[in-house]
């Protein structure tokens, strides 16, 4: 029952819709008051030999209008009350996905994308379900119970009333105990379907891989054995919800039982008619969906409860990112001056960039190269403010970063990760997908800078082509061009390339970079590149390493400092070289 003190939020809301529901609940368990005392009186007069065609006629419009007026009641009180419950649906669900785009790095670290799914769609469900079915049944089997004892005691007779549903009071502490074991099962249940989604999420999507090293059959055993968890999980919660209907049966036959024997015998002394024994009976058995109610009433709620908790301990994580109150919504371009003492990933002792200093001026570029693991992307990830636990500041303009509104200052940044992510829409509304009412002149002169051009016109249905899941009917390099043109359409402040350009030649590399540099002559551009001939005609290059900067200049320059980027930079235009020829060769 604590989940609707719980959902009070959202009852206090919705009040009105509520109270006209049970209003109509009421008025039906009136109704339904109706026909048993009239079966009793047609009863009576028969037994009696008083029975008239009038009489019966009677009795019969009564019952007419009774079911109709029942049909319209009940109409409504599912109009208010269930209606009510998608209400509640559609809000968790926008508060829930709204939280999801707010969150960090770190959140979706800690949690997996088939737990966030399984929050999104059954635990919601879930909840609904406490707002609609539990609703009705709650306040259903509360009003229909309470109105056929009272018609039962004031009708007919009150000692027999109180002997009938005396039995009852062992429901009543049956799902005391039952209760809190059902709680605990249901999250277990909760938690193992959690699993499930996880692992078919990361199967499917991973389904290539799986195939590739051969380790189908290896992953169909491993699914079972969550399966196998579920099903122990789901079964433990069905033992204990079936132990309430079996019970409810018990305890009405316990009920019938004294009915009859105490019922025939106040018959035989004349206490009540034979009509009162039956219009008895017959409230006896109105008694009986109320009572089996209470069963699938405790199953609703605790798995309810269940999922809200798990609801409300995902609203309650918080994210990192610092949102000041008075945020500045106006990003300026200006220099971008990083100063990064020290920064250390959430839950990792390593440090992951120490003393990183730098100058960007705007309408200038920097190539950040180095080892791998050297900490390239660390440092585009705190300019992404992915992270804002840092020791230093980093700022634009004159402002610190953690200053500006998050949304308006990702506003101004052109980015394209290492791992692009493609929309299972069309190649044009991929690219404008920062900007969906960009022009289709706008939309192609991006893709001629990112030289995807020639290759949509090559396909059947040019930019209207459909790109699959995550872009599966495109290759890398055209994955890689296409998440380019999408970045440079809204010809942003500050553009960052984070090694997306591996997956291309360098010959068309070396076109694409030429074309963003004469298209952003005002624009600021940051390039992380493994391949070192991608940063080459950059203003300023950093060579990161071990997480700080062990070398920083021009290409000559640092061509000229014989250390890490001369030695790689001659051997990887060796490589080049040895390409070009073997290339000629063929
Ligand atoms: N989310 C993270 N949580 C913890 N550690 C991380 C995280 N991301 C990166 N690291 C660690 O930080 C260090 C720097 O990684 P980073 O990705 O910045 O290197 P990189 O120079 O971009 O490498 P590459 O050239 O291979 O892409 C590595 O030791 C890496 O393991």
């Given at each position: 029952m604590g989940i609707f003190s719980r959902l009070q939020w959202f009852f206090k809301r919705q009040w009105r819709q509520y109270l006209i529901g049970v209003i109509a609940l009421i008025l039906v368990a009136i109704c339904n008051v109706i026909p048993p005392k009239i079966i009793g009186n047609v009863v009576d007069a028969v037994s009696t030999n008083s029975m008239t065609s009038h009489y019966l006629i009677i009795?019969?419009?009564?019952?007419?209008?009774?079911?109709?007026?029942?049909?319209?009641?009940?109409?409504?009180?599912?109009?208010?009350?269930?209606?009510?419950s998608y209400v509640l649906e559609r809000d968790l669900r926008s508060r829930l996905?709204?939280?999801?785009?707010?969150?960090?790095?770190?959140?979706?670290?800690?949690?997996?994308?088939?737990?966030?799914?399984a929050h999104a769609t059954n635990d919601i469900d879930a909840v609904?379900?406490?707002?609609?079915?539990?609703?009705?049944?709650f306040a259903d089997s509360l009003i229909t119970g309470t109105s056929m004892i009272l018609a039962m005691g004031m009708f007919i007779n009150w000692n027999l009333t109180i002997l009938a549903v005396l039995p009852l009071i062992l429901l009543a502490v049956m799902a005391d105990i039952l209760g809190g074991k059902i709680h605990v099962a249901f999250k277990k249940s909760?938690?193992?379907?959690?699993?499930?989604?996880?692992?078919?999420?990361?199967?499917?999507?991973?389904?290539?891989?799986?195939?590739a090293l051969g380790q189908e059959q290896a992953d169909e055993q491993d699914f079972?054995?969550?399966?196998?968890?579920?099903?122990?999980?789901?079964?433990?919660?069905?033992?204990?919800?079936?132990?309430?209907?079996?019970?409810?049966?018990?305890?009405?036959?316990?009920?019938?039982?004294?009915?009859?024997?105490?019922?025939?015998?106040?018959?035989?002394?004349?206490?009540?008619?034979?009509g009162q024994l039956v219009s008895f009976i017959t409230y006896m058995a109105e008694l009986m969906w109320p009572m089996y109610a209470v069963g699938s009433l405790f199953n609703l709620l605790e798995r309810g409860s269940a999922s809200y908790d798990r609801i409300s301990d995902l609203l309650a994580e918080k994210s990192s990112l610092?949102?000041?109150?008075?945020?500045?919504?106006?990003?300026?371009?200006?220099?971008?001056?990083?100063?990064?003492?020290?920064?250390r990933y959430p839950d990792d002792k390593k440090i992951a960039l120490r003393d990183v200093h730098f100058d960007l001026q705007a309408g200038k570029s920097l190539g950040i190269v180095g080892p791998t693991g050297g900490g390239k992307s660390t440092i585009i990830n705190l300019l992404m403010r992915d992270f804002d636990h840092y020791q230093g500041v980093i700022k634009v303009g004159k402002n610190d970063i953690r200053d500006y509104d998050l949304d308006s200052y990702l506003d101004k940044i052109g980015?394209?990760?290492?791992?692009?992510?493609?929309?299972?829409?069309?190649?044009?509304?991929?690219?404008?997908?920062?900007?969906?009412?960009?022009?289709?002149?706008?939309?192609?002169?991006?893709?001629?800078?990112?030289?995807?051009?020639?290759?949509?016109?090559?396909?059947?249905?040019?930019?209207?082509?459909?790109?699959?899941?995550?872009?599966?009917?495109?290759?890398?390099?055209?994955?890689?061009?296409?998440?380019?043109?999408?970045?440079?359409?809204?010809?942003?402040?500050?553009?960052?390339?984070?090694?997306?350009?591996?997956?291309?030649?360098?010959?068309?590399?070396?076109?694409?970079?030429?074309?963003?540099?004469?298209?952003?002559?005002?624009?600021?551009?940051?390039?992380?590149?493994?391949?070192?001939?991608?940063?080459?005609?950059?203003?300023q290059i950093i060579v990161v390493s071990k997480g700080t900067i062990v070398e920083q200049g021009t290409h000559q320059e640092l061509l000229h400092q014989s250390g890490w980027y001369a030695d790689t930079f001659n051997l990887q235009a060796k490589n080049a070289e040895l390409e070009g020829r073997l290339s000629h060769e063929k």
């Open positions: 009795n019969m419009i009564v019952l007419f209008f009774v079911a109709i007026l029942q049909y319209l009641l009940r109409f409504l009180w599912q109009k208010m009350i269930y209606g009510s996905f709204r939280h999801f785009m707010k969150m960090d790095s770190t959140f979706y670290k800690k949690w997996r994308t088939g737990d966030l799914m609904r379900d406490v707002a609609g079915p539990g609703i009705l049944t909760q938690a193992a379907f959690s699993s499930i989604n996880n692992k078919t999420q990361e199967s499917v999507v991973g389904i290539k891989v799986l195939k079972d054995k969550y399966v196998q968890k579920n099903i122990r999980a789901n079964k433990r919660s069905y033992r204990l919800d079936a132990m309430f209907d079996p019970l409810t049966t018990l305890i009405m036959g316990i009920s019938y039982t004294l009915t009859i024997i105490f019922g025939g015998l106040a018959v035989l002394n004349g206490r009540i008619t034979i610092v949102q000041p109150k008075n945020a500045i919504t106006t990003v300026p371009s200006g220099t971008l001056k990083f100063d990064i003492d020290s920064f980015y394209v990760p290492q791992t692009n992510f493609l929309f299972s829409t069309n190649v044009r509304d991929n690219i404008r997908f920062a900007d969906i009412e960009a022009s289709s002149e706008a939309v192609l002169s991006a893709s001629k800078i990112a030289d995807l051009d020639g290759d949509v016109k090559q396909m059947v249905d040019g930019y209207d082509t459909q790109v699959g899941e995550l872009g599966v009917s495109l290759s890398g390099g055209q994955k890689q061009r296409l998440a380019i043109a999408r970045a440079v359409l809204s010809n942003p402040k500050l553009l960052i390339l984070d090694d997306s350009l591996s997956a291309v030649d360098s010959k068309t590399e070396r076109h694409i970079e030429q074309r963003i540099a004469k298209n952003r002559q005002q624009g600021t551009t940051i390039i992380a590149a493994s391949r070192l001939s991608s940063v080459e005609n950059a203003d």
